[in-house]
């Protein structure tokens, strides 16, 4: 039999949030996939690892509950694939297209340099669907709860080189995985333009939650902690706590013109021009007036974001001198050069 050009990790927890049926109607919309050179890994601790059979295409993989690292390594261990599909189905059940897995293989062929893929997808909430288009990836998203979607396309000889998952990160391996990845390849991310998404997740939609990092756990984010220090370390963007200070002094005159503004409310951006208006609108509509606003475009002169924050300030259509003032610092994270107006 020859090998698989994919190799598709699902997982199997001991404790699954959704019905064995939905875990099987999953599991057929692979099987039925237009694409045919791929296995499937499922792996986990749920009965149905250990009361199923393999073959030469399903392969079951018992592993523990206590690390995620380590679960993960297992499976990888057991892969043949040229490119590793990950699921994050531990939560809700996914269903693929018809044509998912070769849209996935073409995607690798075009971007041959690729460490890591990922798509947009589509959400079902009760009846409604929902289609969830994703931010394009960028050496400046660094938080682990960055919306890459359930299905991430590791290039295999990447996650190789990188040794698989590191042991140490029990909880979130995959959050290690893709800093690597940005450090090391190209990251993609295939849009969904017209005619729908590789893959549907059963799901409600879930608010944006200011204090989700409060909520995870003291070990958990001790743990993303460490990933983004060593990451930062790795790509030589790490500052020291404690190095890089110098106390300002002030003149009085200074002093006296800070009596004038009590904050400054810095918004960074990358080409979210949309989002731009709203954010000042915002910050202007304040009832405590003697703030600034300072909006640091990190794409350059040719952001869109420039000319909108632009309506803003002196000038532009949108200037009020009776609101609080827009300032704006021009950053292109391609060149370290600012250009302050």
Avoid: W
């Avoid at 849209?103 to 009846?127: I, K, T």
């Amino acid at each position: 039999m020859p090998e698989p050009q994919i190799s598709v990790l699902l997982q199997a927890p001991g404790e699954m949030p959704y019905s064995p049926d939905d875990f099987d109607r999953m599991l057929s919309t692979l099987t039925r996939q237009s694409f045919g050179e791929f296995e499937i890994i499922i792996y986990g601790d749920n009965a149905r690892v250990t009361e199923t059979k393999s073959t030469d295409t399903l392969k079951l993989v018992h592993t523990a509950s206590d690390s995620q690292a380590g679960a993960l390594n297992a499976a990888l261990n057991q892969a043949r694939g040229e490119h590793i599909l990950h699921c994050n189905n531990r939560s809700n059940a996914i269903e693929f297209r018809g044509s998912a897995l070769l849209l996935y293989r073409m995607a690798m062929e075009r971007h041959g340099h690729a460490a890591l893929l990922y798509g947009d997808y589509d959400l079902l909430d009760g009846n409604r669907l929902i289609e969830r288009k994703l931010l394009e990836h960028h050496s400046g998203r660094l938080c682990e709860t960055f919306d890459m979607g359930y299905c991430l396309l590791f290039s295999h000889k990447f996650l190789q080189s990188v040794g698989y998952a590191d042991g140490r990160f029990r909880n979130n391996p995959l959050y290690d995985l893709r800093l690597k990845a940005s450090e090391q390849g190209e990251i993609v991310h295939i849009s969904n333009r017209s005619n729908g998404a590789p893959y549907l997740v059963r799901a409600a939609a879930k608010g944006l939650d200011v204090f989700a990092y409060l909520k995870v756990g003291a070990k958990i984010a001790s743990e993303n902690e460490l990933i983004l220090t060593e990451h930062l370390k790795r790509i030589d963007a790490y500052l020291e706590p404690g190095r890089h200070f110098q106390r300002v002094v002030y003149t009085p005159e200074e002093e006296k013109q800070f009596e004038q503004c009590i904050a400054s409310v810095v918004i960074p951006v990358y080409r979210r021009p949309e989002f731009i208006g709203p954010a000042i609108a915002s910050v202007q509509s304040q009832t405590v007036r003697n703030i600034e606003i300072v909006i640091v475009c990190n794409g350059g002169e040719e952001d869109p974001t420039v000319d909108e924050t632009k309506r803003y300030m002196p000038g532009g259509d949108k200037f009020d001198p009776g609101k609080p003032a827009v300032r704006l610092i021009v950053h292109d994270i391609n060149n370290i050069g600012l250009c302050l107006n």
